[in-house]
């Protein structure tokens, strides 16, 4: 904002109004009571400084041009450089008529449309008659959302950050001595569909050394609130809580857990099913071998260090692709058959199952519930031995596991499309590794980088349509697999051909145009016509 520019009374700055004059009439002047070097419209120059700077002053809008001619009138372009339809074609206007003046309509208003990006923010949860859908946040009876701290984008947590039905979380979080109360005293959740439900509350003491606080320690704080809420259908049934209480220093930070399961009613020695009868999205995927219990397929989810040593497990989620990796440590004074077998065994650790669940409730003695897992390793740690005289090299080294999912949806229960696994395949990617040394190998181990990677394909319900017998013959009209599109006829009028100046395609077209209108003329149809309309 030009500050000498602005009608300044006692009690307020007055603002012209910008419909008829420009908002700012010298953009360069920055500086308030100063003459801005190069700045000729600053009133605050005197004409002494003005001539040290006269020859290069600001140009443009920035030095003071705020009412330009535009190029459309007829008084601004009499160079050599203007076409010659430029008369016919121009404006014939004023000065005052500039696009740099804003265009200010006072006729009716509409609300604008928020974007599509922009998440709307619902203070008042909705009401669920016919109960919870996946995703849905749980509300209590006074019509408020059930919170649970959870952390969002800024890394820390929020305390009144919504639960969603059949999403399961384990976070952590920090707070101190004034938040690190409990939230549950007088929570009531509604089932979903208005039954009241009071969560069953266990409380248990952990023994905390608080004897070198400095003043009065801070009393039944959080350690950790483990959520179990028993579900069926689309309503909860119960609400089981176990709080773990104890006491730090008013100056510490404490770090909580919280953790919320859903369990199905269905479910028998508390075993968490996936979805009942079909698979819930974020939910792991089931697994088992013969004669074993139900587990997981993992992936790597690696520590401080990323070693493969010290990496823990974390199960494939269903319909969330993911990526994980962790640094192998090799032995230098292995062959390559040995280093091919410990990197095959590392990843065959991963999928450690034969078969994988085809729905989230699937039976581990219903063998008709279960998809044999597909291995396309074909590999031989005795392979390719002519390549390992070269010393610290070794190739076709399995890497990376590849594991496909296929799943389709197979109908609907109560409107919720339920989604099945029809296949499972695993496979491995081979890389040449070799050892990284500058000159001399002292160390007598090195690092190889290890990956799996998850991905989930969607088989559609219905084939797609077939191509009509149009489509299948007259192939010379799709504009993607020929050079002569007959629907684009008219490309070289448009402003996407660059091929030419638009000018000559629009002379040439007219030319077209004006040849094809004598033809029409001079035919039989033509001369029929202007016999009839003379007899007119």
């Not at 599509?116 to 959302?145: C, H, L, M």
């Not at 032995?331 to 990197?343: A, D, T, Y």
């Not at 050892?435 to 290890?450: K, N, R, Y």
């Not at 100046?501 to 040439?508: E, Q, R, T, V």
């Amino acid at each position: 904002l030009n500050p000498s520019f602005l009608c300044t009374t006692d009690n307020a700055t007055i603002i012209p109004n910008q419909v008829y004059q420009p908002l700012g009439s010298c953009p360069c002047n920055l500086t308030a009571g100063t003459c801005d070097v190069r700045c000729c419209c600053d009133q605050e120059c005197t004409p002494e400084m003005k001539q040290l700077f006269s020859g290069s002053c600001f140009s443009g809008v920035f030095g003071g041009d705020v009412n330009p001619r535009f190029d459309q009138l007829c008084s601004a372009q009499t160079g050599i450089s203007t076409p010659d339809w430029f008369p016919f074609l121009c404006v014939q206007s004023s000065l005052n008529n500039t696009p740099f003046l804003g265009y200010f309509y006072h006729g009716s208003t509409t609300s604008a449309k928020a974007s599509s990006f922009k998440i709307p923010f619902q203070t008042t949860p909705g009401r669920f008659a016919s109960g919870y859908k996946q995703g849905d946040p749980i509300v209590t009876v006074e019509n408020e959302y059930f919170a649970v701290p959870q952390p969002f984008l800024a890394g820390q947590c929020a305390r009144n950050a919504p639960v969603a039905f059949l999403q399961d979380f384990a976070v952590e979080c920090l707070a101190t001595c004034k938040d690190g109360g409990s939230l549950l005293p007088g929570v009531v959740i509604n089932s979903g569909t208005g039954d009241p439900i009071s969560p069953l509350v266990t409380y248990e003491k952990q023994t905390t050394n608080v004897g070198s606080c400095g003043s009065d320690e801070c009393g039944n704080v959080t350690f950790a609130e483990d959520y179990t809420i028993i579900w069926e259908g689309r309503r909860i049934i119960e609400v089981k809580v176990s709080v773990l209480l104890g006491e730090i220093c008013p100056e510490d930070t404490l770090r909580q857990r919280f953790t919320v399961n859903f369990v199905s009613v269905n479910a028998t020695s508390m075993e968490e099913l996936s979805g009942n009868p079909g698979y819930q999205v974020g939910k792991p995927v089931r697994a088992t071998s013969l004669d074993s219990s139900v587990t997981t397929l993992n992936l790597w989810k690696p520590d401080g260090h990323g070693l493969c040593v010290s990496a823990g497990l974390t199960p494939i989620l269903f319909g969330l692709n993911a990526v994980s990796g962790c640094l192998l440590e090799v032995n230098l004074k292995e062959n390559c058959s040995q280093l091919r077998e410990n990197v095959a065994d590392r990843l065959n650790s991963l999928v450690q199952a034969n078969l994988v669940g085809k729905r989230g409730n699937s039976s581990s003695n219903i063998p008709d519930d279960w998809v044999e897992i597909i291995r396309s390793d074909t590999l031989d740690p005795n392979s390719d031995t002519s390549a390992e005289i070269l010393k610290g090299l070794c190739p076709r080294v399995p890497a990376h596991l590849n594991i496909h999912i296929l799943t389709a949806d197979v109908g609907a229960v109560e409107g919720v499309p339920q989604q099945e696994i029809l296949g499972v395949q695993i496979s491995f990617s081979t890389i040449t590794w070799q050892v990284q040394c500058p000159l001399v190998c002292e160390a007598e181990a090195g690092f190889l980088p290890i990956s799996a990677a998850v991905q989930f394909i969607k088989i559609p319900a219905q084939p797609p349509v077939p191509k009509t017998r149009f489509q299948i013959n007259y192939t010379e009209f799709d504009c993607k697999r020929n050079d002569v599109c007959w629907p684009e006829l008219f490309y070289p009028l448009t402003h996407f051909y660059t091929g030419e100046p638009y000018s000559h395609a629009l002379a040439k077209g007219l030319v077209l145009v004006f040849f094809i209108l004598i033809a029409v003329l001079l035919s039989d149809p033509g001369r029929r016509f202007c016999a009839v309309w003379n007899k007119t």
